[in-house]
C-alpha cells in the first residue's frame, strides 16, 4: 500500500520560513521524481518545486529563490523549505511521487501565512 504522509503546515508570518515533508512508504522511493504542489481557494494546482532521482530540481519562478526542496532517500522523506513566505503563498501543499505512468498523491497540508 502505497502512502505519502505530509507534515509541518501551519501558520506563519509574512517574511517567515516553515518547512513540510512528505515521508513515502510502498513505493521504491529512490527512482521516483518527488514534488510539491500547491492549491490556493479558487485557483488551479501549480507544481511548486520537483526533485528528480538524479538530485535536479524545478521550481515555479514565483518561488525560485525562495523555497528549496530535497529528499532523503534513506528516510524515503521529500522537504521544501520554505523563506521569505507571502501570503500568495497560502495554499494546500500536496507531495506527490511520480515514475512513468505511476503517480500517487498525499493527503495536503495547510500553510497558511497572515499577521
Known amino acids: 500500500q502505497v502512502q505519502l504522509v505530509e507534515s509541518g503546515g501551519g501558520l506563519v508570518q509574512p517574511g517567515g520560513s516553515l518547512s513540510v515533508s512528505c515521508a513515502a512508504s510502498?513505493?521504491?522511493?529512490?527512482?521516483?521524481?518527488m514534488g510539491w504542489y500547491r492549491q490556493a481557494p479558487g485557483k488551479q494546482c501549480e507544481l511548486v518545486a520537483a526533485i528528480t532521482s538524479d538530485m535536479s530540481t524545478h521550481y515555479v519562478d514565483s518561488v525560485a529563490g525562495r523555497f528549496t526542496i530535497s529528499r532523503d532517500n534513506a528516510k524515503m522523506t521529500v522537504y521544501l523549505q520554505m523563506n521569505s513566505l507571502k501570503p500568495e503563498d497560502t495554499a494546500v501543499y500536496y507531495c506527490?511521487?511520480?515514475?512513468?505512468?505511476?503517480?500517487?498523491w498525499g493527503q495536503g497540508t495547510q500553510v497558511t501565512v497572515s499577521s
Open positions: 506527490n511521487a511520480n515514475f512513468g505512468a505511476r503517480e500517487y
Open positions: 510502498g513505493i521504491l522511493f529512490r527512482i521516483y521524481t
